[in-house]
């Protein structure tokens, strides 16, 4: 998957690219279709400090993408609940193929029952 990272008012450092980059592998192996990670993160510093830090994922999938965004007094909280957040909507989605799925070979086997 790629990554694309994006900063506003904040310094890039090695530490917060290998953070995202960890939380990104973890998506990762939830679903393997993902093409690309757009993470920007922000800090505001007019706002008060326990919501200065934000952080917004787009997860580009086949189908509609994924989004989520949050806003946090730590950096490093904030990527995590994205992450959960993604990770939730990942899990909602492959249940609701697995169900469609489900439903469907349903009825095929009971149009066969009903003809045989």
């Known amino acids: 998957m790629k990554l694309i990272l994006s900063m506003h008012n904040l310094k890039r450092t090695r530490a917060i690219e290998n953070h995202v980059i960890k939380r990104i592998e973890k998506l990762d192996n939830k ?53 959960k957040k993604i990770e939730g909507q990942i899990r909602k989605r492959h249940s609701k193929y697995k169900a469609r799925k489900h ?3 349903a009825r095929i086997k009971r149009e066969r029952q009903e003809t045989a």
């Open 31 to 83: 679903d393997r279709w993902a093409i690309d990670a757009r993470v920007t993160l922000e800090f505001d510093k007019t706002k008060v400090p326990e919501r200065q830090f934000k952080c917004s994922m787009r997860l580009s999938v086949p189908g509609p993408d994924l989004f989520a965004e949050d806003v946090e007094g730590d950096l490093y909280a904030a990527i995590d609940l994205v992450t």
């Open 103 to 105: 439903t469907q070979a």
